[in-house]
């Protein structure tokens, strides 16, 4: 029935059924979902307290947990991308005048940077060559917490991270690293590595979409939250109420926040799926992709924005936008002539590099060679001079 007590019309664009085009993204993430993982997110909703609901997150902390190669029991998954991770971990181990040192390496240390900076931590940036970097700046500035990217998606470097964790204990520093574009795409070894807290995504190797990315805290690094004198500034992201929702604590499970239950049943065929591929296969997967595409990057004349192979995230791939071309117009080409996305630089490497990310079930020889022709055909068409 029409009256006139409402002066804002039902929106047009909401009348009309949802678009949603096919695109192959190739960029630094999302990646593509497959059937299997969008089938378990369209799934009926159950209860955030129901004893399937609660058995779903204690498989998901089990395929965290062979995901970062840890037995840490205050493993779980955050409600919430990465960067929810990344505030949860500086949060909860930090307190007002802690110190914390990030290596800045790209886009992901400037903004753990800042995160600390919001906390009122002390945050010293580190330079980019760790470990020397780190062990003069641990001596000088006693941190609390070393932050480090794995792999830092804005340049494509992968960051060793051997004997990190170690220097860090000698100094009294916790281990703390960002593997969201990194974990399943290259090795990590969170127990073996001494590092203390781990966190992730759930929209790149996994699969599944954005919305739950896990985590994990060592021993040492769960004893710290324990000794805060105070509460975490996040009531959303405290690690106490989350470890007692997602039963590490021993205690009956209480409700904190209704969990956003199909992403967790997305994340937890995405865990499943890495599972059964087996980590040391979808390294190898990642690794063969990211070679066969590097070299036809170079047939193509595009020259590789990180020269050392061995310190190239075999996940996301950089290489320099070539003279006489515009970055845009060739990831602006590609969408509209072949529904592949691909990406411009991120932070310092905006208008220097254009990103390309083979992840999970993205990363295939057949997808590498769709995006080669792709690029083939824009440099072809996209020279300046054509314009
Ligand atoms: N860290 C790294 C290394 C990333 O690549 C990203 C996402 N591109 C993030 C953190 C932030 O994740 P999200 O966009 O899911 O919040």
Not at 103 to 109: D, L
Request: net charge positive; glycine share 10%.
């Amino acid at each position: 029935m029409a009256t006139n007590l409402l002066h804002v019309p039902p929106p047009q664009g909401l009348l009309r059924p949802l678009v949603v085009p096919e695109r192959l993204l190739l960029g630094p993430g999302p990646s593509n979902v497959p059937p299997r993982i969008l089938a378990a997110g369209g799934r009926q909703l159950l209860g955030h307290m129901h004893p399937e609901v609660l058995q779903v997150m204690d498989e998901i902390k089990a395929g965290i947990q062979y995901a970062f190669q840890t037995q840490n029991r205050l493993t779980l998954a955050i409600s919430g991308t990465g960067h929810c991770a990344m505030e949860a971990a500086l949060l909860n181990l930090l307190e007002h005048g802690d110190t914390a040192l990030v290596a800045v390496n790209g886009i992901w240390g400037q903004r753990a940077a800042d995160i600390a900076r919001r906390l009122a931590a002390v945050s010293h940036p580190g330079r980019r060559h760790l470990p020397l970097c780190s062990m003069q700046g641990l001596a000088r500035h006693k941190p609390l917490v070393l932050f480090i990217t794995h792999g830092e998606s804005s340049t494509g470097v992968l960051q060793p991270l051997e004997g990190l964790g170690k220097l860090c204990h000698r100094h009294g520093c916790l281990l703390l690293v960002d593997a969201v574009a990194s974990l399943g795409g290259a090795p990590i070894f969170m127990d073996r590595q001494e590092i203390d807290v781990l966190y992730s995504g759930s929209q790149k190797v996994l699969n599944a979409p954005p919305g739950s990315a896990p985590i994990s805290f060592s021993e040492r690094a769960r004893e710290k939250i324990l000794r805060r004198k105070t509460q975490p500034l996040s009531f959303y992201l405290d690690m106490g109420w989350l470890a007692n929702y997602w039963g590490c604590d021993g205690e009956p499970r209480r409700y904190h926040h209704t969990a956003p239950i199909n992403s967790f049943f997305s994340l937890r065929e995405g865990l499943a799926m890495l599972a059964e591929l087996g980590l040391e296969s979808s390294w190898e997967r990642h690794r063969a992709n990211c070679a066969q595409l590097c070299q036809g990057l170079h047939d193509l004349g595009l020259e590789p924005f990180v020269k050392e192979e061995k310190a190239r995230l075999p996940t996301i791939t950089t290489v320099r936008v070539p003279k006489g071309y515009d970055w845009k117009e060739i990831t602006t080409f590609l969408m509209e002539n072949h529904a592949i996305e691909i990406a411009g630089g991120l932070g310092p490497s905006v208008g220097k590099v254009l990103r390309i990310g083979l992840m999970g079930c993205n990363s295939t020889s057949s997808n590498v060679d769709r995006v080669l022709r792709g690029l083939r055909d824009a440099l072809r068409r996209c020279h300046r001079s054509q314009l």
